[in-house]
């Protein structure tokens, strides 16, 4: 797939002069930087996703850890009181 891609004249000098420092061809940096973005909105949005599915979930069953449960195991984490994480509860 080919794309066009229109910057403003500031950006475009700046991809210029680092792609000149860096020594590659624009058109590499941004591939480059449209794929790490990619990856970071995909990442995100399956965040996104996950967290919403805990919340209907939490929503529908009432399961749950309070804020001093998971701070005490936290705590143990690198320790000998290292420990699987406490059961959830209603």
């Known amino acids: 797939m080919t794309l066009s891609v229109k910057l403003d004249p500031d950006a475009e000098a ?3 002069a680092l ?6 061809d624009p ?3 941004l591939h480059e930087a449209i794929v ?3 990856d970071r909105e995909e990442a995100r949005q ?11 979930a939490f929503g529908e069953d009432g399961l749950h850890l309070t804020l001093d449960e998971t701070e005490a195991w936290l705590d143990g ?6 420990a699987p994480p406490p059961p959830c509860h209603k």
């Open 19 to 24: 792609a000149e420092t860096r020594r590659l």
């Open 27 to 29: 058109d590499v940096m």
């Open 14 to 16: 700046r991809l210029k």
């Open 46 to 56: 399956a965040f996104k996703a996950e967290a919403l599915a805990s919340l209907s």
């Open 77 to 82: 984490w690198g320790t000998d009181a290292d």
């Open 36 to 38: 790490e973005y990619l």
